[in-house]
């Protein structure tokens, strides 16, 4: 039973829990967005990273991680006998996390 000096505290309760597990869930969406991102960016740079070494130019490299991850950029250097490809994107998150990065190196002159 609700005593009368009780009343009220249900709704109380209620305002300060939902803010909290609505905020908990948008991160959480966020962080698995954040996720499938990095993967996408994974493939993009093995992608480039052996389209660039196979001889192919590199501005096709650049058109394909823009279609793999939007916004992501190509950074292409060699090293020795390997051509690495450094992707970079923003992760949308709304909180002041530095951007991901993935780096794949593959063999120059592979066919």
């Known amino acids: 039973m609700l005593r009368n000096d009780d009343r009220g505290s249900v709704t109380a309760e209620f305002a300060v829990v939902v803010p909290a597990a609505v905020l908990v869930v948008l991160l959480a969406v966020a962080a698995l967005a954040a996720a499938g991102t990095q993967i996408r960016l994974e493939h993009a740079a093995a992608q480039a990273a052996r389209l660039v070494a196979r001889g192919e130019d590199e501005a096709r490299a650049r058109e394909m991680v823009a279609g793999a991850a939007g916004g992501a950029s190509l950074t292409v250097r060699?090293?020795?006998?390997l051509t690495c490809a450094e992707v970079a994107a923003e992760h949308g998150i709304p909180l002041p996390l530095p951007p991901?990065?993935?780096?794949?190196?593959?063999?120059?002159?592979?066919?």
């Open 78 to 81: 060699v090293h020795g006998d």
């Open 100 to 111: 991901l990065r993935v780096e794949s190196c593959a063999l120059s002159g592979g066919r």
